[in-house]
């Protein structure tokens, strides 16, 4: 488990994480989200033990991270920034990473490699942005470690080779417990993969949940409502995030399980109503705004 307590980095007068207490726990994917500048490549530094926290505790598996050689050995940190020797190849990286890491899969790494169809032998300042991250994503996958943090590691990526590091990532939750923590600006890049969402705004966690939990107590609803008294009675009667309306149909956000909705609408007997699923963006649009905040800023 990766536990933030209270902490906050400053570089100068900036404070680039203010006080962030979450929880990230082992065996399935956290995405963590918000726009440029929120502080998601910082709290991954952190996370890794690049970065001293100013303040506050940064704790994986139960230890301290900074200045923890042992505890290091288990997190491989690809940033969005990648690092490669100059003209270098991929085997100088495979090598590179063979002496950091005791348990790097060579066998593996060269599967991988035949699989994504990227030249070992090539020098790596003549690759793709795409190639490069594969190449990154392909070196994490092989260095066998507990965790694998990817900072914003679908951008350059076609859908193709998206929905083949998803498949890759999959497989490797499932054989040895792998803890992927994956930054990304982009709410839609996450939606398939995610189990655990974190929303990060001007270096503070705004909330973080299980997806499925989510998905199970939030509803959109849409609704013929003609009468003004079965309005005030949906209003006083249901936990309403978000509402707007065209006319006499009205399409809102309530929180709740889909018996509990269904019971109460199907008691108003409204002309019309359904319940249609959420999308991971309706999500999060509708706990910020109970925020106070309008997501539509934040992120896209």
């Known amino acids: 488990m990766i536990e933030f ?36 490549s910082t709290l991954m ?20 991270i900074y200045d923890n050689p042992a505890g290091k050995a288990n997190i491989f940190y690809i940033s969005d920034d990648q690092y490669f020797f100059r003209n270098g190849t991929p085997m100088d990286m495979l090598r590179l990473y063979q002496t950091y890491y005791p348990g790097f899969d060579s066998a593996k790494w060269q599967e991988l490699m035949g699989k994504f169809g990227l030249d070992q032998g090539r020098k790596v300042n003549t690759f793709s942005k795409g190639m490069k991250k594969q190449l990154s994503i392909l070196c994490g996958i092989s260095a066998n470690t507990k965790y694998l943090f990817c900072d914003e590691t679908f951008d350059g990526l076609d859908p193709v080779m998206r929905q083949a590091v ?9 054989e040895r417990g792998l803890t992927p923590v994956i930054a990304s600006h ?44 079965m309005l005030r009675r949906i209003k006083e009667g249901m936990e309403i995030l978000t509402m707007d309306n065209r006319g006499a149909l009205y399409t809102f956000t309530a929180r709740g399980s889909r018996q509990e909705v269904d019971a109460f609408l199907e008691g108003l007997a409204p002309v019309f109503y359904e ?17 106070g905040y309008d997501v539509k800023e934040l992120l896209f």
């Open 275 to 291: 319940l249609l699923p959420l999308s991971l963006e309706e999500i999060f649009i509708s706990e910020t705004e109970v925020k």
């Open 186 to 229: 982009n709410l839609r890049e996450l939606e398939d993969i995610c189990e655990a969402v974190g929303l990060l705004h001007r270096g503070g966690i705004l909330f973080e949940r299980d997806l499925d939990e989510m998905k199970l107590n939030l509803h959109k609803v849409q609704c013929v409502i003609k009468e003004e008294e």
């Open 166 to 174: 998803k498949a890759l990532f999959v497989r490797e939750i499932e």
């Open 45 to 64: 530094r952190l996370a890794s033990g690049v970065l001293r926290a100013d303040a506050g505790n940064v704790i994986v598996d139960g230890e301290e």
């Open 5 to 40: 307590k209270k902490v906050v980095k400053r570089f100068g007068d900036v404070k680039a994480i203010d006080d962030v207490s979450a929880a990230i726990d082992e065996g399935h994917v956290f995405g963590l989200i918000g726009t440029n500048g929120a502080g998601k």
